[in-house]
């Protein structure tokens, strides 16, 4: 959990073990995102093997066509897809010990990225369906997403044995914009994720490439 300032501390005469960490963690270019209404179970296993896992694209093509809430809905390919570090929110007053600020926690995180040359009707079709679900009343969501990336990476949530997917909220995709002759159209991409967002973070590499999947 990220650090609350309206909450008690934990606090003991010795510091927390930390693990030694058994891997690298590391996004690298995602490309693509899967998004899904939140799930009480996880659709994804974490294991590389087994039914359900993450890996298998036979995992993957019954949700994508699936017509209950446990639907898989996918992005055109993103260009440019960035998530910056998230801002220390402190408050600031001279009369506090030492001139020292008050620490109240970190800020949400927003991340943009960009559609070229998207067709329209897919545009609108995500629009309709993730802004209000994501977006409808502050600090309400109903969907979540896992990131798909080159050399077949997926990333999610560590949940127990399964891959949970990232809450997102406040997802937004522009109207297109275009700078004129020989010039790309563009629509912007933009979610909010909440802080803390990483702490569970888990990137894994299938067995397919994710990017080659397909809206059903």
């Not at 079709?125 to 990476?153: C, E, F, H, M, P």
Request: glycine letters at 8%.
């Amino acid at each position: 959990m990220p650090f609350d300032a309206g909450l008690c501390p934990t606090t003991s005469g010795t510091l927390a073990t930390v693990p030694t960490g058994s891997c690298i963690n590391t996004l690298d270019q995602t490309q693509r995102i899967a998004f899904q209404l939140y799930q009480a179970t996880p659709s994804f296993l974490a294991a590389s093997t087994g039914v359900g896992s993450y890996a298998l694209q036979a995992s993957w093509t019954p949700l994508l066509t699936s017509v209950t809430n446990t639907k898989v809905i996918l992005t055109p390919v993103l260009t440019g897809l960035t998530i910056p570090v998230n801002e220390v929110l402190e408050d600031t007053n001279e009369n506090f010990i030492n001139g020292l600020p008050q620490l109240l926690g970190f800020g949400n995180v927003t991340i943009t990225g960009q559609f070229y040359n998207a067709d329209p009707a897919v545009i609108k079709a995500l629009r309709d369906t993730l802004t209000s679900q994501s977006g409808q009343n502050a600090g309400i969501s109903t969907v979540w997403a896992y990131l798909l990336g080159k050399n077949k990476r997926v990333t999610g949530v560590a949940s127990g044995a399964n891959l949970a997917g990232i809450p997102m909220y406040n997802i937004t995709i522009s109207d297109v914009s275009s700078e004129g002759l020989r010039k790309q159209n563009i629509h912007n991409f933009r979610a909010l994720v909440p802080a803390g967002w990483s702490e569970n973070l888990k990137t894994l590499v299938s067995s397919f490439d994710p990017i080659a999947l397909a809206n059903a």
